[in-house]
T-cell receptor, first 111, second 115 residues
Framework: ETGVTQSPTHLIKTRGQQVTLRCSSQSGHNTVSWYQQALGQGPQFIFQ???????GRGNFPPRFSGLQFPNYSSELNVNALELDDSALYLCASSWGTSEQFFGPGTRLTVL | DQQVKQNSPSLSVQEGRISILNCDYTNSMFDYFLWYKKYPAEGPTFLIS?????DKNEDGRFTVFLNKSAKHLSLHIVPSQPGDSAVYFC??????????????FGTGTLLAVQP
């Protein structure tokens, strides 16, 4: 059974650029959630996708958007990057609202 | 507005002794609570959980206690082992079993178990 994988591991961007982060959910899972973990903070919920539809969103601006594909993998897109977007981005997959399994994260640095 | 708070950023414990990690919450709609452990360069991994209808849940060396009236939960690790050294996050869900399993996390406590 393959766990949750994320790519890339690390990424450096400059202010104003756009970034796409990718997540492959664990086999058998149909729900993906994205979290942002800033330095010294706990993960904060960005949004969740269930069967390709957004199913809940946290307090993040519209420049944070996402997609879920038919194979249940997912993308997180961030437009017009700001310095405060520097963080670890975590993806978690689950079967519906059952236990979430986290990937290792993507470390984004915005210069 | 921090709905889940872990007021101790770090904790150091001797191997074999008890580790007690604390968590407070403010939202009375939370009905399910979880503890996650996180090693560097890895995602959080689920450790133990408790429903709001219970006041204690045990799994091997790990026990979680919930005091609803005080809006407080704690994780006890007995005996502590060096491999337990990690960041521990407390998390909560409002409306468990409903339409979403959105987790609200605390800021984490770094546990160091000294050999």
């Amino acid at each position: 059974e393959t766990g949750v994988t994320q790519s890339p591991t690390h990424l450096i961007k400059t202010r104003g650029q756009q970034v796409t982060l990718r997540c492959s959910s664990q086999s058998g899972h149909n729900t993906v959630s994205w979290y942002q973990q800033a330095l010294g903070q706990g993960p904060q919920f960005i949004f969740q996708y269930y069967r390709e539809e957004e199913n809940g969103r946290g307090n993040f601006p519209p420049r944070f958007s996402g997609l879920q594909f038919p194979n249940y993998s997912s993308e997180l897109n961030v437009n017009a990057l700001e310095l405060d977007d520097s963080a670890l981005y975590l993806c978690a997959s689950s079967w519906g609202t059952s236990e979430q399994f986290f990937g290792p994260g993507t470390r984004l640095t915005v210069l | 507005d921090q709905q889940v708070k872990q007021n101790s950023p770090s904790l150091s414990v001797q191997e074999g002794r008890i580790s007690i990690l604390n968590c407070d919450y403010t939202n009375s709609m939370f009905d399910y609570f979880l503890w996650y452990k996180k090693y560097p360069a890895e995602g959080p991994t689920f450790l133990i959980s408790i429903s709001s209808i219970k006041d204690k849940n045990e799994d091997g060396r790990f026990t979680v206690f919930l005091n609803k009236s005080a809006k407080h939960l704690s994780l006890h690790i007995v005996p502590s082992q060096p491999g337990d050294s990690a960041v521990y996050f407390c998390a909560a869900i409002a409306g468990y079993g409903g339409a979403t399993n959105k987790l609200i996390f605390g800021t984490g406590t770094l546990l160091a178990v000294q050999p």
